[in-house]
């Protein structure tokens, strides 16, 4: 599912590629230089996005062939930091929050792929780091459950006081939950079982 993830986002890329360089261009990190010099920032962010699509396409088929999975899983990870600042990105803590747990799921694959090549520390310190990174985007919806069960607004229907004090409390179990959960796969305690079942409630 991990790779599936990088092979859907390349293809996405490359059947709407101009649409990204006008993206990154405009709304991306090279807005500053688009005003001045458009030619140049076309070519840097063709060139930018095509290096994005080349780790994501290749990192994606050498994971899934389990050809070099070292550096496949290097320039999946790469091309993850690299995306939010491309994109301008930053500010959205949703796709900042994606992206970390993309990058504790590539660790943590990385660490089980390798784990022949490296010592055992090297291999659970990757291991480790990944696990408390891949329940980012977990936590940041149980922030945003938690946001919003305390928004309940006054009102003087009792029916509608009931409806929303129950689903505070559907928001506040799907809080403990999320953090249980995200606490069970960092620490490791069935991580498999508990990641799946995160994956199949997000």
Same mark, same amino acid.
């Given at each position: ?21 006008? !993206? *990154?261009? &405009? ?9 001045? @010099? ?17 780790? !994501? ?13 070292? =550096?496949?899983? &290097? ?7 690299? !995306?939010?600042?491309? =994109?301008?990105?930053? @500010? ?21 792929? *390798?784990? &022949? ?22 936590? =940041? =919806? ?19 006081? *009931? ?40």
């Amino acid at each position: 599912m991990l790779v599936a993830t990088f092979l859907d986002d390349s293809l996405h890329t490359a059947i709407s590629f101009s649409e990204h360089t006008n !993206q *990154v261009g &405009k709304d991306g990190c090279l807005n500053w230089l688009a005003t001045t @010099s458009p030619e140049l920032v076309a070519i840097l962010s063709t060139v930018a996005l095509g290096i994005g699509l080349v780790a !994501q396409s290749l990192g994606s088929f050498c994971l899934l062939a389990l050809l070099q999975p070292d =550096y496949a899983t &290097k320039a999946l990870i790469g091309w993850t930091i690299a !995306q939010p600042v491309l =994109y301008g990105q930053l @500010s959205n803590a949703e796709f900042v929050a994606e992206s970390l747990s993309l990058v504790g799921g590539l660790r943590t694959l990385r660490a089980h792929l *390798v784990r &022949k090549q490296a010592t055992h520390v090297t291999s659970a310190r990757v291991q480790l780091l990944g696990r408390l990174l891949l329940p980012a985007m977990h936590l =940041y =919806y149980a922030g945003r459950f938690l946001f919003s069960a305390f928004a309940l607004d006054e009102t003087t229907s009792l029916a509608t006081y *009931v409806s929303s004090l129950s689903m505070f409390v559907v928001h506040a179990v799907a809080l403990v939950a999320l953090a249980i959960g995200s606490a069970f796969v960092a620490a490791g305690l069935r991580s498999r079982l508990v990641a799946s079942l995160l994956a199949l409630v997000n």
